[in-house]
């Protein structure tokens, strides 16, 4: 009589898709998107027992999704910034450094310092995008045109300085200026450090 070979019963639920639950609670999706989106922890529940539900049926990912925002801009980058590299701590550290220190400017010293990064956002991006459009155009021989978003996208931030520029000049405290204009030249050095750090290197695929 042949021997009894007890097989231990399948997951009940599909793989733990949580990759931080601290402060905010952060999940993989299980479906592939370029986005990540935010609902309340109430929503997330409904859509845990969801995904558990379709697994428990043989399917994988989830059939629909209750009410949240997609998160895009700079939101969006800022938290694949954040998991690009979440297990290598050395090319994490600039990120994490530039952060902190953003905050601490912001809630500790001088919370009109933020100007000195928005200063550098829109000023690196001005000269990238028109930068980067002109070398890819010119090392695969596309037409212009094909490069429309990259150089109207240039345009636009170029408006965004402009606006910047009015604004900053309504700041009369010399203080709040030279804190401004130093808080920018920091975050032009962190901010290249980061670029430094991502030279030889590929960010692992994210699904969230």
């Not at 028109?130 to 345009?155: C, M, Q, T, V, W």
Request: some cysteine; charged content about 20%.
């Amino acid at each position: 009589m042949g021997e009894i070979i007890h097989i231990r019963p399948g997951p009940k639920g599909p793989p733990n898709n949580v990759i931080a639950s601290k402060p905010w609670e952060f999940r993989k999706a299980a479906w592939e998107t370029g986005h990540f989106i935010q609902m309340l922890r109430s929503q997330s529940v409904r859509l845990e027992e969801h995904r558990t539900e379709v697994f428990q049926k043989g399917g994988n990912g989830v059939w629909n999704l209750p009410p949240h925002f997609v998160l895009r801009g700079g939101m969006g980058c800022t938290i694949h910034a954040i998991f690009a590299y979440l297990y290598n701590g050395e090319k994490m550290r600039e990120v994490y450094y530039l952060a902190g220190l953003m905050d601490c400017m912001i809630n500790r010293v001088n919370p009109l310092g933020f100007f000195g990064m928005v200063h550098v956002l829109e000023g690196t991006s001005i000269s990238l995008a028109d930068h980067a459009a002109n070398r890819i155009r010119e090392s695969l021989a596309l037409p212009k045109k094909a490069f429309s978003y990259l150089y109207s996208h240039g345009a636009l931030d170029l408006e965004h300085v402009q606006f910047f520029e009015k604004l900053m000049n309504r700041i009369e405290d010399t203080a709040d200026q030279d804190q401004i204009v130093h808080a920018a030249n920091v975050f032009y050095g962190l901010y290249g450090d980061i670029f430094r750090s991502l030279e030889g290197s590929k960010a692992p695929a994210l699904a969230a």
